[in-house]
């Protein structure tokens, strides 16, 4: 298995553009999540999908981030426009629903985001 | 609402030396429990997890854990240090699984960066 696939793996972007990050889930599994990790903040779950549905999307940190996942193969998480202080790694995991003592987030390599 | 408090962002050891992560929860209900290691420029990866079997957890590439209730505290050890466990080290606790789409989230400590000199 190719584990969960990221790309890009590095975005450099100017204030107000618009950037989109995507995911590759690993197959089969029914939970997507989005997490963003600085130095401030440490690693914060921004949304999280079950078989495709946002289930909880409270860490969105405002309006200008946008996630969508169109099918069970992939997810996208857009900020438009950038600002400075959206620069950090982007993480996505995924999971098996949890079943008995299975309960384990597979995360990918992280796209990391600067906006200048 | 749950946290998590990892004691000390920065640990040094010296190779072959023991290794003791801190860790200490908040949680109103029994919880769910994760070490995850971070490698350079990678992604985040299960060390090992509790969720209420054995408190005495083993993990991979000879960590444990042991959950202590009573100290609501999950802390990390190995035994002997090697240089290729130099990473940053996050605890994290979730909810347990509560069933239909709703998922335990994880809440993660600020991390431990674990430095192993030779």
């Known amino acids: 298995d190719a584990g969960v696939i990221q790309s890009p793996r590095h975005e450099v972007t100017e204030m107000g553009q618009e950037v989109t990050l995507r995911c590759k889930p690993i197959s089969g599994h029914d939970y997507l999540f989005w997490y963003r990790q600085t130095m401030m903040r440490g690693l914060e779950l921004l949304i999280y999908f079950n078989n495709n549905v946002p289930i909880d999307d409270s860490g969105m940190p405002e309006d200008r981030f946008s996630a969508k996942m169109p099918n069970a193969s992939f997810s996208t998480l857009k900020i438009q426009p950038s600002e400075p202080r959206d620069s950090a790694v982007y993480f996505c995991?995924?999971?098996?629903?949890?079943?008995?003592?299975?309960?384990?987030?597979?995360f990918g390599p992280g796209t990391r985001l600067t906006v200048t | 609402a749950q946290s998590v408090t990892q004691l000390g962002s920065h640990v040094s050891v010296s190779e072959g030396a023991l290794v003791l992560l801190r860790c200490n929860y908040s949680?109103?209900?029994?919880?769910?429990l994760f070490w995850y290691v971070q490698y350079p420029n990678q992604g985040l990866q299960l060390l090992l997890k509790?969720?209420?079997?054995?408190?005495l957890v083993k993990g991979i590439n000879g960590f444990e854990a042991e959950f202590k209730k009573s100290e609501t505290s999950f802390h990390l050890t190995k035994p002997s240090a090697h240089m290729s466990d130099a990473a940053e080290y996050f605890c994290a606790v979730s909810d347990r699984y509560a069933g239909g789409t709703s998922y335990g989230k994880l809440t993660f400590g600020q991390g431990t960066i674990l430095t192993v000199h030779p």
């Open positions: 509790y969720t209420s079997a054995a408190t």
């Open positions: 995991a995924s999971s098996l629903r949890p079943q008995g003592n299975t309960y384990e987030q597979y």
């Open positions: 949680s109103s209900v029994p919880p769910y």
